[in-house]
Every structure is written in structure tokens, then in C-alpha cells.
């Protein structure tokens, strides 16, 4: 049970920006992916979720075909909302304003939906026997009532220090950069996926957000969600600690390591992979 990305190459137009990238994510595990401006991180969270302007490229069948799996189940044709349904989530790096969508409703139907769906992946693994009529039964009604849900919404913002007035406004509609950062935090926590990723999270963010977003992530891992973070500073990494570190340099990961090796960036940067690149 991971999520496992394999042989990972991904073209723009006829321009290939992924080479060959393989990452497996344990559920709990955190994993940062650091690297130059124009590497390929940001088109590697589109790409695991199936925006449909980056191609998979194909041309390598049988043992190196590329694929994503989400706990055994290969994602990599399906579209972006049965990947999301599946558990998969991403926090974008700039996210975009919806105006009239309205943070609470959004995120009261999100949640539903993912509960939903996770009832039935459930239910299809235990077909047979009572044992799984009477989970069936148990997990069938997942969903909140309004209220439960809303005092669930509320408890998390707070503690991620948005005011609640905040919930009733259209999606990023106004709100600041580093407000918007949080927000995206927001829906992690609601909706719990399986595996998360964020795309900067931490740029724009002042020291105190900063501390309370990387409270995020630790509370995410705690419920088994397994997360990537995309940084370029090592300072998030300070209060949410990865498990391991990915330099990604041209389209392709040229090392991984421990928290070390953040410290290595911070001090050396990239010049060493870029070279050999
Ligand atoms: N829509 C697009 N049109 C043209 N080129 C694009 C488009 N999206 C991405 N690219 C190119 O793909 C390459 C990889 O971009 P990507 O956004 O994945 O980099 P990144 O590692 O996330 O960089 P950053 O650290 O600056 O966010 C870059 O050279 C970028 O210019
Ligand atoms: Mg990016």
C-alpha cells in the first residue's frame, strides 16, 4: 500500500519535461522534493494528477512502461476526479480564485464525495460474508450532518489560525497570498486523502503561518496520509520533518536522501547535480 509512481515521463506539446521519475510514498511518510526554478516539480504534481495538457509518454512498453499506483490500483489513464476520489490531493502552487463557490460549500461536498467513494473501495474489497455486510452497513453512512460538519470545518481553521468568516467567502476570492497557502492546508485536513501533495505551500508564507501550515502536514502524516512537499527552502523542513529528501534537476530526480541532504541545498545549492545534468 503506496503510492508509487514508476518510470514517470511526461511531455508538454512535444517538449519532454519528466524523464524516467520513480518515487514510492508510504502512507505517513513525508518526502520533499527540492529543486531549480523550471525542473519539473510543479509538472510532476500536474502530471499524478492527470491534468490533461501534460502527456504520459508511452513509448517505453513492458518492464519500463510508466504508471501510477494508489495503493495497487494503476491510475495513470483515469481522470483527475476519480484520481482525487481515489485519495489523491494537491495543494497547487498558485491556486486560483473561484469566484461564487463558497469555501464551506465546497469543501462540505468535496468531503462527501471522497467519503462516498471510499465506502465503496471498501465495500468492493469485502464482497463476500456478513463480516462485510456489517461494515458495509457501518461505513455506509459516513457523512457528517450539516452541523457535525461545520463545527469540524470550524475547529480545523482555527487551528490553522483562519477566521471563520473566512469559510463563507468565495474560494481565494481576495484573500492573500499567504492566506490562500493556508486555505489549500484547510482542504488537506478536511478532506484527509491518502496521499497529498504540496507545491510550495510554505512560499509567501510569514514564520507563524509557516509553523502552523507544517502543523498541517505532521497532523496529515499522523492519520497515515503519506505527502509530498515541494520546497525550495529548507526552513518548512525544520518544523515538518521529511522522511526523505529528492533533488529533481531537469526533469529527472538526481539524488535522494535524508534531511541532510536539504541542508546540502541550502548551503551549496544545485550547481553540483546541474553540471552533470
Ligand atoms: N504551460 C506551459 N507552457 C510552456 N512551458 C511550460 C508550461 N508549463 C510548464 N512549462 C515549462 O516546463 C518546465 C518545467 O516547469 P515546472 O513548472 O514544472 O517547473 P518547477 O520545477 O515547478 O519550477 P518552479 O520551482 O519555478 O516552480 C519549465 O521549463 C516551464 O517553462
Ligand atoms: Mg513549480
Do not use: C
Not at 471510499?118 to 457523512?143: C, I, M, Y
Not at 468568516?165 to 486555505?183: V, W
Not at 515538518?240 to 541545498?265: C, M, Q, T, W, Y
Amino acid at each position: 500500500m503506496s503510492l508509487i509512481i514508476k518510470n514517470l515521463s511526461v511531455n508538454l506539446r512535444e517538449r519532454q519535461i519528466l524523464k524516467e521519475i520513480s518515487l514510492e510514498v508510504a502512507p505517513g511518510t513525508l518526502h520533499a522534493i527540492m529543486g531549480p526554478n523550471g525542473g519539473g516539480k510543479s509538472t510532476l504534481s500536474a502530471a499524478l494528477l492527470g491534468n490533461s495538457a501534460y502527456t504520459v509518454t508511452d513509448r517505453v512498453r513492458g518492464k519500463n512502461k510508466p504508471q501510477i499506483l494508489v495503493d495497487n490500483k494503476d491510475i495513470t489513464g483515469l481522470p483527475t476526479d476519480m484520481r482525487a476520489k481515489l485519495g489523491l490531493f494537491l495543494a497547487f502552487q498558485s491556486p486560483i480564485s473561484i469566484p461564487g463557490v463558497n469555501v464551506a460549500n465546497l469543501l462540505k461536498t468535496a468531503y462527501q464525495l471522497s467519503k462516498e467513494q471510499r465506502t465503496k473501495n471498501h465495500s468492493s474489497r469485502h464482497k463476500e460474508g456478513l463480516r462485510a455486510r456489517k461494515d458495509q452497513k457501518k461505513l455506509h453512512n459516513p457523512a457528517l450532518s450539516v452541523w457535525e460538519f461545520n463545527e469540524m470545518l470550524v475547529k480545523e481553521a482555527k487551528k490553522l489560525s483562519i477566521p471563520q468568516d473566512f469559510l463563507r467567502r468565495s474560494l481565494n476570492e481576495a484573500f492573500s497570498g499567504g492566506e490562500k497557502k493556508k486555505l489549500e492546508m484547510l482542504q488537506a485536513v478536511i478532506l484527509s486523502p491518502k496521499y497529498a501533495v504540496f507545491d510550495e505551500i510554505d512560499t509567501g508564507l510569514d514564520v507563524d503561518a509557516l509553523k502552523i501550515v507544517a502543523t498541517g502536514i505532521e497532523q496529515l502524516k499522523k492519520k497515515k496520509t503519506g505527502v509530498i512537499v515541494i520546497t525550495h527552502y529548507q526552513r518548512i523542513l525544520k518544523y515538518a520533518r521529511p522522511d526523505f529528501v529528492h533533488i529533481l534537476v531537469g526533469g529527472r530526480i538526481v539524488a535522494s536522501g535524508n534531511r541532510n541532504l536539504a541542508k546540502e541545498v541550502e548551503e551549496n545549492g544545485y550547481r553540483k547535480w546541474a553540471d552533470n545534468n
